[in-house]
């Protein structure tokens, strides 16, 4: 199973000034859509709601949601110091007392699992939580996302469990701001990468080769565990090359995977 997506990202962040992107601040939902999904079962509208809002903010959004165009991914807290009205755990509990229709979805973060070797036991406690799908962060470690990869498969095996998909991330970097964004999110872009990127002639065009060749990878290694997937393509960034890039990225996988 592959599923294809591209994502345009209205973040809902509150600005800080140790933030290198500004934001809009005191926004409470994260739209991670309107989607174009050209491969595969996915609705056409894929949306994320921050836990940072409140419980009756909450019920009311996913009240409001149509389950055939719908799915729902909760966000946690940006960072230790900004505080959840609303902790993951009460989120899927509401959830399963007001949508249970509602796809939801989790997030997996490969360089956590990296760091603490446990990313794989979040995935399956969140499936058997109702999570049906997976969304990851940014992926530039290709490593870390198949160890990740690895592991939940042969966990999901030792439990008598099937896998659910787990859709990966992927963006350009036009720019050492950006680089220096992404990290500020949290993903973790190896050092060889940065180097090549800093050096590069053309520091969008080398981002976009191997944003390209990483997609690849996964996607072949996917296909050979039997892990469903599903590839998302984002824009970090609101300059208008780094936003073309991204649609020309999405583009060139969606023939990856036709294939």
Known sequence: MAWFCTTSTTRAIATRRSDPSPFYPQWILQLFGLNTCRTGPLPSWCIGLSVSTRKMTCVTWLEAQDADKALTVFVGASSQQRK???????????????????????????????????????????????????????????????????????????????PVPIVFTFSVCGSLKTLEFLGWLGVDVP???????????????????????????????????????????????????????????????ELELNR
């Open 191 to 253: 050092r060889w990468i940065q180097n090549d990127l800093r050096h590069a002639d053309d520091t969008l065009e080398e981002s976009y080769e191997h944003s390209l060749r990483a997609a690849r990878e996964l996607i072949r290694y996917c296909r050979h565990m039997g892990v469903p997937f599903g590839v998302n393509v984002e824009s970090v960034s609101i300059r208008l090359a780094e936003i073309e890039a991204s649609v020309r990225l999405a583009e060139a996988l």
């Open 84 to 162: 959840s009205l609303t902790s993951l755990v009460r989120a899927q509990e509401l959830w399963a007392q007001t949508r249970p229709d509602l796809q939801l979805g989790g997030v997996a973060i490969p360089e956590r699992h990296t760091r603490r070797g446990v990313e794989h036991l979040r995935l399956i406690a969140k499936q058997e939580a109702g999570c049906s799908f997976f969304v990851t962060q940014v992926v530039y470690d290709v490593n870390a996302a198949k160890n990740l990869v690895s592991d939940y498969r042969y966990e999901c095996a030792a439990r008598n469990l099937p």
